[in-house]
């Protein structure tokens, strides 16, 4: 996991950045160059935004900010540090890129450290030693975290509220300057101990800050611009050499067939649960279904499944994959992914890779994403200025073969889409997407969508004039209006009956809009509630910061009311018989866990939802006839939980071990190295 800025910028969130609307913030105080620091922000390679700081004796001045598709994050901090170069005085005020208002402030007097934000608060002894892992930082926060460390020599630091903060030197290089024949010597290091993942920075030789940067994303100084993106393949190698001694260490593989003894199947077709029984595997395939087995059988590695349940592996329907989204969509029991949206280059890299064994991923479906160019426009994804360039870019992805489908976004003209829903359609693609700024589902329908992404981007357009430009935040805040909304109005009716008609699903994305709408500061949000104990500590803290800035009790009964109404909506879309399908736009895992509970608001049980879930999403990718349920012949391709989900859906929280391709995973044992504690005991495993 990132510092709260670092994971707005690389958060999809119904949107991307936008290119030419960089701000560019900047100091009014005095200031020489020497006292003063400017570096760029790139996300993608695209410049969105600026970080300065200003050097004041022991103290800095950080102003940070970038904008995100008509929104932007950005932050104002002041920092005092002591002999150590430790903070001792940090304040920081701004908005993440949802408009949600930060405030936070960490002061040591008479040897306490004191904290409080606007999420959380405490205190604790204070030594010298102890550095504290502000929530609200700018992506400057990590060189603060590491330039102690740096400069003292030391792998490791005490961190503050807790933990232990790390530091590992990862490689040494050469960057040159832009218009210098001279090369500069600079270390990249990695940073652990407190997040999910390790976050990496570039230092020169006087420990001076280069860059911040990820595979996606770098804030770097203007004159090592042209080095950013082999930087961030440099991270992005680095996270796949992680990744791999992963896969090689706990992935097994057994040389004898496989049987999972003593378990229920969860049957999707019935929404059941079999007898006790045993599934053996040879390979990749389903072999056999057969009674439990007494005893071990010399010729075959048994996994005892302790009467728990095999499921088979789940979809997320939107995700936007990474190296770690991959990885902890498996252990989550989440086997297949459909990506919609991303870089090509990215994408082809993980899917091999997930392909040959090196990393550890779901069976990914693409869907190739097209933009408008517009001042909105997201840098992620190809883009066109015209009708016929958007065509160009649906042949495009049909030319490469392996894109099921096209992603149409907000900047595009809607009257271009339906010539690039005919050339799709023509060459066997399926159409899907947001509804383009200044048109509505409608329209959209009529010009050859199959699917609509996100919930909001179909109830908008039940109660926004057409001139409202759904490509800036309002699309987020304009959903208050749907208080008080009549599903039988005339509108509301046109729109699903079409829908009907024509077989066009919705991708609600659900759980996003529930964040969105209901998750509020200092409040553990829901979908993190059953896990938030187990989760390392910059997941917990992130888990109580709202998305949304809620400035009254008037604007939060609104929120509020609105996520009623789109519950209602999505109950009745449900018995109107609309396909929904489960994606979160969040990276899946432990969220889609949440999306599909949230499905039971809609009307269906616990079996109903395993089922669309799982079988439905096979049968809707045209691959029932290998995935979706656990039979013979079938690849193994399954979960194992020790609950009964047909009783209590939260039972698929708890995943024992994780069958894909054959390849056995125990999350129990990756898990730790996430810093997440572990939810289950390993299962037996004989011989």
């Not at 940070?64 to 920092?79: C, H, K, T």
């Not at 269906?604 to 079988?615: D, F, K, L, W």
């Amino acid at each position: 996991m990132k510092t709260q800025a670092l994971i707005l910028m690389t958060l999809f969130a119904l949107g991307a950045c936008t290119p030419n609307e960089d701000p560019e913030v900047t100091l009014t105080a005095d200031e020489t160059p020497e006292a003063t620091e400017t570096f760029a922000v790139l996300f993608g390679g695209t410049k969105v935004g600026s970080l300065v700081i200003k050097h004041e004796n022991e103290k800095q001045f950080i102003e940070f900010g970038f904008s995100n598709n008509g929104r932007g994050a950005s932050s104002s901090e002041s920092v005092s540090l002591n002999e150590a170069g430790v903070p001792v005085s940090w304040h920081i005020e701004g908005k993440t890129v949802f408009g949600n208002h930060v405030e936070e402030t960490f002061e040591v007097k008479e040897g306490v450290g004191s904290w409080q934000s606007s999420s959380e608060e405490g205190e604790i002894p204070f030594t010298k030693n102890g550095m504290y892992i502000s929530q609200y930082t700018s992506p400057y926060g990590l060189y603060l975290f590491a330039k102690p460390l740096i400069e003292a020599k030391l792998s490791s630091y005490p961190a503050i509220p807790g933990g232990t903060l790390t530091l590992e030197a990862k490689k040494s290089l050469l960057l040159s300057a832009e218009d210098s024949e001279q090369q500069q010597e600079v270390t990249l290091y990695a940073i652990g101990g407190i997040f999910m993942d390790p976050e990496y920075l570039v230092t020169d030789k006087n420990n001076n800050l280069v860059a911040v940067v990820s595979p996606r994303f770098a804030v770097v100084k203007p004159e090592f611009i042209h080095e950013e993106q082999r930087l961030r393949e440099l991270t992005a190698e680095l996270n796949a050499n992680r990744f791999h001694d992963i896969a090689k260490r706990y992935t097994h593989l057994y040389d004898k067939p496989v049987r999972i003894n003593n378990v229920r199947i969860f049957q999707p077709q019935q929404g059941t649960l079999s007898d006790l029984g045993s599934v053996l595997i040879e390979g990749s395939h389903i072999v056999a279904i057969e009674a439990v087995v007494a005893e071990p059988k010399a010729d075959e590695v048994t996994i005892d499944g302790a009467a728990g349940t095999l499921i088979p592996g789940l979809y997320e329907m939107h995700g936007h994959m990474q190296d770690n989204d991959a990885l902890l969509n498996v252990l989550a029991g989440v086997t297949s992914v459909r990506d919609m949206g991303n870089e090509i280059e990215v994408l082809d890299d993980l899917v091999e890779n997930i392909r040959n064994g090196t990393l550890i991923g779901p069976r990914i479906y693409k869907s190739g994403f097209i933009e408008g160019k517009s001042p909105f426009s997201a840098a992620t994804g190809e883009l066109a200025s015209n009708e016929e360039e958007a065509v160009a870019l649906v042949n495009m992805y049909a030319d490469r073969g392996d894109y099921h489908q096209i992603k149409i976004y907000n900047s595009i003209n809607g009257k271009w889409v339906p010539a690039m829903a005919k050339a799709a359609h023509e060459r066997g693609m399926r159409v899907a997407g947001h509804v383009p700024a200044f048109s509505n589902a409608d329209e959209m329908i009529a010009a050859g969508y199959d699917e609509i992404t996100h919930i909001n981007q179909l109830m908008l357009g039940w109660v926004l004039e057409r001139d409202e430009d759904t490509r800036t935040l309002f699309r987020i805040t304009g959903m208050k209006r749907f208080v008080g909304l009549d599903l039988n109005n005339d509108k509301v009716q046109r729109t699903l009956n079409a829908m009907v008609e024509k077989n066009i699903a919705i991708d609600p994305t659900t759980v996003i809009h529930e964040n969105g709408m209901l998750s509020r500061n200092g409040e553990t949000r829901t979908a993190m509630v059953d896990y938030i104990d187990h989760m390392p500590l910059d997941v917990q803290r992130s888990a109580k910061v709202a998305m949304l800035n809620v400035s009254d009790e008037a604007e939060d009964n609104a929120y509020r009311e609105a996520f009623d109404k789109i519950i209602e909506t999505l109950a009745y879309m449900h018995k109107k018989g609309i396909l929904i399908v489960p994606g979160t736009d969040m990276g899946g895992a432990f969220e889609l866990h949440r999306e599909l509970e949230l499905f039971q608001s809609f009307g269906m049980s616990p079996a109903e939802v395993i089922t669309r879930g799982s079988y439905d999403m096979a049968r809707y990718l045209g691959q029932d006839d290998k995935l979706g349920s656990i039979e013979e012949g079938k690849l193994a391709d399954f979960f194992l939980v020790s609950g009964n989900p047909v009783e209590d859906l939260k039972a698929i929280k708890k995943v024992a071990m994780v069958i894909t391709d054959g390849k056995v995973l125990f999350p129990t044992e990756i898990y730790p190295q996430f810093g997440i504690q572990p939810f289950t005991p390993l299962p037996s495993v004989a011989p």
